[in-house]
């Protein structure tokens, strides 16, 4: 198997509608030949927030790289930091928002339910 080099700055970074923040696909089947799995790479300002909606067949996993934030699961807030990770099953949500003076910057990976690609 072939090692593929994705020099993530070159991504396409784009900005999206409201208060949603930035976001740029790091992996997919363009980049990289990835079948099933999308990674991604997503930049929160002061106001912002990413809301991981319920996906019926899909895993999700946010991974906090850098900045500050608070997660609200069930309605209950977290604050985490760089470092912290959340996973959420299928049809499971959450809401990221940025807190602090820096941007937040998370990791998020969506990959299928087993059994479905």
């Excluded at 930035?22 to 930049?43: F, K, Q, T």
């Excluded at 069930?74 to 959340?86: F, I, M, N, P, T």
Aim: hydrophobic share 40%.
């Amino acid at each position: 198997m072939a090692t593929t080099y994705i020099d993530t700055n070159q991504c396409r970074r784009v900005k999206l509608a409201g208060v949603r923040g930035a976001v740029a696909e790091i992996v997919n089947r363009d980049l990289c030949g990835a079948e099933n799995v999308v990674g991604m790479l997503r930049w929160l300002d002061q106001g912002e927030r990413f809301d991981a909606e319920s996906l019926r067949d899909r895993h999700q996993l946010l991974y906090l790289m850098e900045g500050d934030g608070v997660i609200t699961l069930q309605d209950e807030d977290y604050e985490v930091s760089k470092g912290a990770g959340l996973y959420l099953g299928p049809r499971e949500t959450a809401r990221i928002r940025q807190a602090g003076g820096a941007t937040l910057k998370l990791f998020h990976l969506v990959v299928p339910k087993e059994g479905k690609g």
